[in-house]
């Protein structure tokens, strides 16, 4: 089989005007990044099609330390729904430029299931993450003048939170000093470089509704504490127009296209672990005003993205999933059935069968939030139809859908069985209105508690006395 980036070059793309005007979107609203990306502006968002439209949530087991396939099964899945003849556009996270040469690769799908120019998709793309990390950093810097500024005065802060952001994992930026040789370079002190989608700023931008919103989150950043004890914040700064202006353009959703040339929204990318795990609300609303049909995902296992996704995104966003679909794969199955790592590729009946416990308990997990779920098995070449078969056979014990998915293999024809499965639980038996974990007026100790009790099975929660100050 070709490479994930042989195949992407050999599909011949149309240009952005052409899959715009598929959904209806004209020339004249296209910010175009050359033949085959374009911008969209915010103001295009029509609420009242939002809530007419079908989200989907594509979450997973626990994967392993390469993935298990999300966004391809995403892509896939809106391909699949296409072929079914449903008006289907994904609206998926925006890859970030460290991971991409690490360990797991790039993040536009794979096979013959990906978004748009992959390449570009995958390092620079409309330089929405460059964007971030310059409205972050030149946070950083104001901060540094005020602290420089105020030194020595009860305005001055005595502690810092806020440190700065970089798109590529360098180990020897985790933990630095500044402000060294003289006092004419600043006021020495411990900071660090995060991964850009560790920003806070990143998170906000995925939260926000339009660039008021924007605003308005930006100014309660906190960024420290002063020697009186007192919050300090953006809003304290009065910074918080000009961090808005270096996003006026990160903030529009991008269009781009699948390897079947049907439409796709990419925009935003938090990680699930630091942040929420989810592409921009903007992006999924966007997709949702053009499409009877959105493919959305969360970051990381259901107990992490999915958790957040409803629990952050839906609460804060009013979206509603009317399914959940759960991605397995049988190597992940293995992992957590106690096989070798080195081994989880080889048949092994009885070691993927050990791995339910894991992928029961994301079950269990998913219907807290009364979510109707169906468990695709991402398929790969070496999977054999027992082990397959077997899976089935679980998830029906189990009261769940089941679907084999083959999209990296076979493009949207690989993901049919799972559309119509999509298609049938939206049409005659949809989740249940949504149920949050905890309250939004609880205290974060609650929040922490009933996440750990009810999503990760812990007895209870100790704090540090770092933690609790």
């Known amino acids: 089989m070709l490479s994930d980036i042989e195949i992407a070059r050999s599909v011949e793309k149309v240009e952005i005007k052409e899959i715009g005007a598929r959904i209806g979107i004209g020339e004249k609203n296209l910010h175009n990044y050359g033949k085959f990306i374009a911008k969209v502006p915010v103001s295009l ?27 391809t099964v ?15 556009i994904p609206a998926l996270r925006e890859p970030s430029l460290g991971p991409c040469f690490g ?26 993450f460059h964007a971030i990390t310059s409205a972050h950093n030149t946070l950083t810097a104001l901060l540094d003048n005020y602290i420089y500024q105020n030194r020595g005065t009860l305005k001055g802060l005595k502690e810092v939170l806020w440190k700065r952001v970089l798109d590529v994992n360098d180990r020897n930026l985790r933990n630095v000093v500044t402000g060294l040789n003289g006092l004419t370079n600043g006021v020495p002190a411990e900071s660090g470089f995060d991964i850009t989608p560790a920003s806070e ?9 339009n660039a008021d919103d924007l605003k308005r989150r930006i100014e309660n950043i906190l960024l420290g504490y002063t020697h009186e004890d007192k919050p300090f914040w953006v809003k304290d700064l009065g910074v918080a127009g000009a961090l808005t202006v270096l996003l006026k ?14 439409p796709a929204f990419i925009h935003g990318g938090p990680f699930a672990n630091i942040a929420h795990g989810c592409n921009s609300v903007i992006a999924t609303k966007m997709a949702m005003s053009h499409a009877d049909y959105v493919i959305t995902e969360a970051g990381f296992g259901a107990d992490l993205g999915a958790e957040k996704f409803y629990n952050i995104k839906c609460r804060k966003s009013g979206l509603r999933p009317k399914a959940t679909v759960v991605v397995v794969t049988s190597q992940s199955l293995k992992m957590h059935g106690g096989v070798p790592v080195e081994d989880i590729k080889k048949p092994n009946p009885q070691g993927l069968a050990n791995g339910f ?20 098995f991402n398929k790969f070449f070496f999977d054999t139809q027992d082990e397959i078969d077997l899976l089935a056979a679980h998830c029906k014990e189990q009261g769940v859908g089941f679907a ?20 049938k639980m939206v049409e005659n038996n949809p989740s249940k209105p949504l149920h949050f974990t905890y309250k939004d007026s609880d205290s974060i100790e609650t929040k922490i508690g009933k996440i750990a009790k009810y999503i990760y099975g812990a007895g209870s929660v100790e704090y540090s006395d770092k933690a609790k100050k």
């Open 45 to 71: 968002i029509n609420e009242k099609r939002v809530k007419e439209s079908n989200l989907i949530l594509v979450t997973a087991i626990t994967p392993t330390k390469a993935g298990i396939g999300k966004t």
């Open 103 to 128: 360990m797991k690769g790039g993040a536009a799908g794979g096979g013959y299931a990906q978004v748009l120019p992959m390449e570009d998709i995958n390092l620079h793309f409309t330089g929405d």
């Open 404 to 423: 084999v998915n083959d999209a990296f293999a076979k493009g949207g024809e690989g993901a049919i069985e799972l559309a119509k499965e999509v298609v």
């Open 249 to 262: 353009d990160a903030i529009h959703p991008n269009l781009v296209q699948t390897t079947e040339n049907t």
């Open 201 to 209: 700023i990143m998170a906000i931008l995925c939260l926000s509704e």
């Open 357 to 376: 416990k894991n992928l029961d308990k994301h079950i269990e997990n998913l219907h807290t939030f009364g979510q109707n779920l169906i468990v695709t």
């Open 74 to 88: 995403s892509v896939g899945l809106a391909l699949g729904l296409s072929k079914l003849g449903k008006l289907t």
